[in-house]
């Protein structure tokens, strides 16, 4: 109860809240008594307060080992600020600064001590730890973004297998693992190679009900995003989320002559005009940051009231830490995106050009079709993201595009058929366009020129327009079925698991799109 006591004063009278969020009081209370805990908190839960509260209770200094080498700076600033004594030590400081938090390391004077992992792995830190658990004692470890331990994750980091060390070399000193990456293999594997099978988890719900989510078809992106504005949020502040720089600023300069208050921001620009524009989206109202994805790590506006996507994010985990970024406050806010076909065959291409390793390649190929299948799920928005990271949602939250007009499903097997025929037939090197027009039966030039008006499935199509052709594409491309080609022209070809389909092995049910989008051409896609 002490603790509890003490805790709360330091709550209130150093760090300025009034009160604990969520598990977080629960959370301090058992690392101050010592116990080893896992913490599984989304991005702006509160995860710091976890363990620099504990590191200020008991005696000695807590040792926390981050890979954010650029956030170490920021967050003991604002240690610094409320008085505390708070340092780090990675390769971004000069030798002579170094030494001096050594020093000051040394002399017992440090509360909280931020490490790279690869500072704090080598034989002679470990020594110097020794030396000051001897002296001055260690408050605790807090092993901060735990997922790097993962090897199936993005941020794979191979020094933080060896973490296993702390628990060798000190075992009476508690240990925090912390992460806003919460899906259950991940989370295992955390357990698992840090040794933490006796730690208690903490894990916080990850929903965050007072966000609506939609997704919708790209049809006329800025007439679209337009009429959200106007109609939504004429005067709220919120974050555009776009794919390349170029697009960014050109988003920014379109909606600024229409009269917005938008500013661009992304990582090719100068950075006093980045710092500057970040400063007034947080400084003053109903500010609209038109951004890359460089945007927002470590951003805190609590009333951003809407984030939309003009482009798809790369993966749900993005999507969910992007649209996140609204209604800290924990009003209602608005998570809107658009996408079409072009977004998904951009996306494979962008994954399939790059030179990362092919086991990597894979692994993104897979939280891209994530999250195009739930971008095309008919379920409760809340469900679907929950359920990616494996926690349950009652569904039918009200609120989002799914609850509020439930989408009609339509037996799209025979229509999916015609269209991996037509892929097939006409040697899997078209993009939907082309494939598309060959169903139609029109004789363009190009058809023209490949002679496809002699292919089998040529006209075969008719029952359906252009529009709906076009979203038997994307959905055949977002479930798996079809995938676009190496070389780059966007061509489709048919995958493994088109065959029980063609075989007449299995149905496809295909998610029928709103009449706006069927009624209109398919030039708006982009
Ligand atoms: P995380 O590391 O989980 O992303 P942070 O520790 O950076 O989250 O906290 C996110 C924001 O919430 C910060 O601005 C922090 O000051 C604030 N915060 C944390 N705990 C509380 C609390 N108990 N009351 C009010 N604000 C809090
Ligand atoms: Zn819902």
């Given at each position: 109860?002490?603790?509890?006591t003490?805790?709360?004063?330091?709550?209130?009278?150093?760090?300025?809240?009034?009160?604990?969020?969520?598990?977080?009081?629960?959370?301090?209370?058992?690392?101050?008594?010592?116990?080893?805990?896992?913490?599984?908190?989304?991005?702006?839960?509160?995860?710091?307060?976890?363990?620099?509260?504990?590191?200020?209770?008991?005696?000695?200094?807590?040792?926390?080992?981050?890979?954010?080498?650029?956030?170490?700076?920021?967050?003991?600033?604002?240690?610094?600020?409320?008085?505390?004594?708070?340092?780090?030590?990675?390769?971004?400081?000069?030798?002579?600064?170094?030494?001096?938090?050594?020093?000051?390391?040394?002399?017992?004077?440090?509360?909280?001590?931020?490490?790279?992992?690869?500072?704090?792995?080598?034989?002679?830190?470990?020594?110097?730890?020794?030396?000051?658990?001897?002296?001055?004692?260690?408050?605790?470890?807090?092993?901060?973004?735990?997922?790097?331990?993962?090897?199936?994750?993005?941020?794979?980091?191979?020094?933080?297998?060896?973490?296993?060390?702390?628990?060798?070399?000190?075992?009476?000193?508690?240990?925090?693992?912390?992460?806003?990456?919460?899906?259950?293999?991940?989370?295992?594997?955390?357990?698992?190679r840090?040794?933490?099978?006796?730690?208690?988890q903490?894990?916080?719900?990850?929903?965050?009900?007072?966000i609506?989510?939609?997704?919708?078809?790209?049809?006329?992106a800025?007439?679209?995003?337009?009429g959200?504005?106007?109609?939504e949020?004429?005067?709220?502040?919120?974050?555009?989320?776009?794919?390349?720089?170029?697009?960014?600023?050109?988003?920014?300069?379109?909606?600024?002559?229409?009269?917005?208050?938008?500013?661009?921001?992304?990582?090719?620009?100068?950075?006093?005009?980045?710092?500057?524009?970040?400063?007034?989206?947080?400084?003053?109202?109903?500010?609209?940051?038109?951004?890359?994805?460089?945007?927002?790590?470590?951003?805190?506006?609590?009333?951003?009231?809407?984030?939309?996507?003009?482009?798809?994010?790369?993966?749900?985990e993005?999507?969910?830490?992007?649209?996140?970024?609204?209604?800290?406050?924990?009003?209602?806010?608005d998570?809107?995106?658009?996408?079409?076909?072009?977004?998904?065959?951009?996306?494979?291409?962008?994954?399939?050009?790059?030179d990362?390793?092919?086991?990597?390649?894979?692994?993104?190929?897979?939280?891209?079709?994530?999250?195009?299948?739930?971008?095309?799920?008919?379920?409760?928005?809340?469900?679907?993201?929950?359920?990616?990271?494996?926690?349950?949602?009652?569904?039918?939250?009200?609120?989002c595009?799914?609850?509020?007009?439930?989408v009609?499903?339509?037996?799209?097997?025979?229509?999916?058929?015609?269209?991996?025929?037509?892929?097939?037939?006409?040697?899997?090197?078209?993009?939907?366009?082309?494939?598309?027009?060959?169903?139609?039966?029109?004789?363009?030039?190009?058809?023209?020129?490949?002679?496809?008006?002699?292919?089998?499935?040529?006209?075969i199509?008719?029952?359906?327009?252009?529009?709906?052709?076009?979203?038997?594409?994307?959905?055949?491309?977002?479930?798996?079925?079809?995938?676009?080609?190496?070389?780059?022209?966007?061509?489709?070809?048919?995958?493994?698991?088109?065959?029980?389909?063609?075989?007449?092995?299995?149905?496809?049910?295909?998610?029928?799109?709103?009449?706006?989008?069927?009624?209109?051409?398919?030039?708006?896609?982009?």
């Amino acid at each position: 109860m002490q603790a509890n006591t003490a805790a709360q004063q330091l709550l209130e009278q150093t760090f300025g809240y009034s009160a604990f969020r969520g598990e977080q009081e629960a959370i301090v209370n058992h690392v101050v008594d010592g116990g080893d805990a896992l913490v599984l908190m989304p991005t702006g839960g509160g995860k710091s307060l976890c363990y620099q509260i504990p590191s200020l209770l008991r005696p000695g200094v807590g040792i926390v080992v981050s890979p954010l080498i650029a956030l170490m700076q920021d967050q003991v600033d604002a240690l610094r600020q409320l008085g505390i004594q708070a340092a780090f030590l990675n390769s971004s400081l000069d030798a002579d600064t170094a030494r001096h938090v050594y020093q000051a390391l040394m002399r017992g004077e440090l509360k909280v001590l931020y490490v790279a992992p690869e500072r704090l792995m080598t034989p002679s830190f470990l020594s110097t730890l020794h030396d000051i658990q001897q002296r001055f004692g260690i408050a605790l470890f807090a092993i901060d973004e735990a997922h790097c331990v993962s090897q199936w994750g993005h941020d794979f980091r191979p020094e933080y297998r060896q973490l296993t060390v702390l628990h060798e070399e000190f075992p009476e000193v508690p240990r925090i693992a912390l992460t806003a990456t919460a899906d259950t293999p991940t989370r295992n594997e955390i357990v698992e190679r840090l040794g933490l099978e006796h730690a208690r988890q903490f894990i916080s719900s990850f929903d965050r009900p007072n966000i609506r989510y939609r997704v919708a078809l790209k049809n006329n992106a800025r007439k679209q995003l337009l009429g959200f504005l106007e109609s939504e949020h004429p005067n709220d502040a919120g974050i555009i989320y776009c794919l390349s720089r170029r697009k960014v600023e050109e988003t920014a300069a379109w909606l600024k002559e229409q009269g917005w208050d938008a500013l661009p921001y992304h990582a090719g620009l100068d950075a006093t005009v980045r710092q500057a524009n970040q400063q007034r989206f947080l400084r003053e109202e109903g500010i609209i940051m038109v951004a890359t994805v460089a945007f927002g790590m470590g951003i805190d506006k609590p009333n951003v009231r809407f984030v939309v996507h003009l482009d798809l994010p790369k993966s749900m985990e993005g999507y969910y830490q992007e649209t996140g970024r609204a209604g800290r406050d924990g009003l209602d806010a608005d998570a809107w995106m658009v996408y079409g076909l072009g977004d998904v065959v951009n996306m494979r291409q962008l994954l399939d050009g790059s030179d990362t390793p092919e086991e990597r390649k894979r692994l993104e190929r897979q939280k891209l079709d994530a999250l195009l299948g739930f971008c095309e799920s008919t379920a409760c928005r809340h469900q679907a993201i929950l359920r990616y990271f494996g926690e349950q949602h009652p569904g039918n939250c009200g609120q989002c595009d799914n609850c509020l007009s439930p989408v009609d499903t339509w037996n799209g097997t025979e229509a999916a058929r015609m269209a991996l025929s037509c892929v097939f037939r006409s040697g899997q090197r078209f993009g939907a366009g082309h494939l598309i027009d060959i169903l139609l039966g029109k004789t363009t030039e190009q058809i023209k020129r490949f002679n496809h008006q002699s292919l089998s499935t040529f006209g075969i199509g008719k029952a359906l327009n252009q529009a709906q052709w076009s979203s038997v594409f994307r959905q055949l491309v977002a479930s798996g079925l079809l995938s676009t080609d190496m070389e780059g022209y966007g061509g489709l070809r048919l995958t493994e698991e088109a065959r029980p389909l063609l075989r007449g092995e299995t149905e496809i049910w295909l998610r029928s799109d709103p009449p706006d989008v069927r009624a209109s051409s398919s030039k708006a896609e982009r």
